[in-house]
Nanobody
Framework: QTQLMESGGGSVQAGGSLRLSCASS????????MAWFREAPGKGREAVAA???????YYADSVKGRFIISYDRHEKTVTLQMNALKPEDTAIYYC????????????????????WGPGTQVTVSS
């Protein structure tokens, strides 16, 4: 069974940067899409970015140009470099994976992922 663990959350002022990491352990999958989602108080779980081991990468419009996702196919880790952070980026960030490639039409559907990390808090103050 695959397990995920996030690290790197914290508090930062608007305009600052944070780097999140997600490590995968346990059973390794030959194909997987690893994604970052976030959930702010009172809001649903929102996809932020996703990448797979065949170099497909997708971003939510709200983070394009500010966030960068990197997928290490050998270590099965995914990082999220978050730059120019805004107060509206405040949320709990979750790492997720599924045993299929990332596709533009469904990478952002949280019900399609079967493995989730416990989450890490990101707080951006104005």
């Amino acid at each position: 069974q695959t397990q995920l663990m996030e690290s790197g959350g914290g508090s930062v002022q608007a305009g600052g940067s944070l780097r999140l990491s997600c490590a995968s352990s346990g059973k390794r999958r030959g194909i997987d899409c690893m994604a970052w989602f976030r959930e702010a108080p009172g809001k649903g779980r929102e996809a932020v970015a996703a990448g797979d081991n065949f170099a497909s990468i997708y971003y939510a419009d709200s983070v394009k140009g500010r966030f960068i996702i990197s997928y290490d196919r050998h270590e099965k880790t995914v990082t999220l470099q978050m730059n120019a952070l805004k107060p509206e980026d405040t949320a709990i960030y979750y790492c997720a994976s599924r045993e299929k490639y990332c596709y533009s039409e469904d990478y952002d559907d949280p019900t399609g992922y079967d493995t989730w990390g416990p989450g890490t808090q990101v707080t951006v103050s104005s």
